[in-house]
């Protein structure tokens, strides 16, 4: 990998750990300590915490992060949902194994787990990695899925301004030791199995993203309402997050007058975030959770022309 891109990688995983550290250790003080457990799935123990009251909504994290990464928003959530967070393969708690890490395999295991904890459908919000992870979920399980979020996540590989898929195609286990100098490597060592693991992670996850992919004929098998979740300023293109727009079947035409022909998937440019800010931001839940809730606070014009 060049030198400049090395440094903006760097750079970039250093600022997400710095922001998860800080706003996870203000969000503990103020948290009830959740329920947690292990969970096997295809030859995997996945770690998982449950916490809240409500109706279940399941949070999947970002690559080389936890489910910790959303302890800075989750009081937001657990006020009046039930949620049920899990550390994807290799992350956080749960162990690598010696498979690959694969989207449709992990879209399988989550489904399993869910399975063992006893919920049969749920509310699902996936963020980047977690995002792909709950596509392949909502595709495998339509009926264990009853409202997506998909949050600065897409349905193909090039959907990544060509930079960003440069830096991906180049990251394997031969930068772990420079990672180690930073605070996203030291939160992972702090729970992780086996710590000793990390260079395989960073190859697991640099085989997965040097994968050539297009779910396009899939994002129609998205029955359930969907709502796509970017920053404007985040690492996908504009291009593709209009098109996966298109393709779930919005802004294709004109609502009409009373929101008659309006399409019940959404679509939310968050201002002034990025794909590493946006997972922690309140603007996420006060876009994603009255989606998820099924609740729209727009009224027609007929409506509020009512005397």
């Known amino acids: 990998m060049k030198a400049s891109s090395m440094k903006s990688l760097r750079a970039a995983c250093a600022v997400v750990a710095l922001a998860i550290a800080a706003l996870s250790a203000q969000a503990a003080t103020q948290a009830v300590a959740p329920k947690t457990g292990y969970a096997k799935a295809n030859g ?46 290799g992350h956080g708690r749960t162990e690598l194994g010696s498979r690959k890490i694969s989207l449709p395999d992990l879209g399988d295991d989550i489904a399993s787990v869910l399975t063992q904890l006893g919920f049969k459908s749920v509310d699902v919000l996936g963020y980047s990695f977690g995002g792909g992870v709950a596509f ?19 349905f193909a590989a090039d959907g990544f301004y060509p930079e960003m898929r440069e830096q991906q195609k180049q990251l394997n286990a031969g930068f772990a030791e420079q990672m180690k100098q930073t605070p996203m490597y030291q939160s992972y060592a702090a729970v992780a199995p086996k710590p000793e693991d990390f260079p395989r992670l960073i190859q697991a996850m640099g085989d997965l993203m040097r994968e050539q992919y297009d779910y396009s004929a899939d994002v129609k ?14 690492m996908y293109r504009p291009e593709h997050i209009v098109e996966f727009y298109k393709l779930l079947g919005g802004g294709l035409h004109d609502a009409g007058w ?46 509020v022309s009512q005397p």
């Open 136 to 154: 392949r979920l909502a595709v495998q399980h339509p009926e264990m899925v009853r409202r997506l979020a998909l949050v600065s996540a897409g």
């Open 44 to 89: 995997l123990k996945y770690y998982y915490e449950i916490s809240g009251k409500g109706e279940p909504l399941l949070l999947l994290h970002g690559g080389l992060g936890s489910t910790d990464m959303f302890k800075p928003i989750m009081p937001a959530f657990t006020e009046h949902r039930q949620i049920i967070a899990i550390d994807l393969q």
């Open 258 to 303: 009373n929101r008659e022909t309006m399409s019940k998937n959404r679509l939310a440019i968050l201002p002034d975030q990025t794909h590493y800010d946006i997972f922690f931001s309140p603007k996420l839940v006060a876009t994603a959770l009255p989606f998820l809730d099924g609740i729209s606070g727009s009224k027609s014009w007929a409506e």
């Open 221 to 234: 098998k998205l029955t359930m309402p969907t709502m796509l979740i970017f920053g404007d300023s985040d």
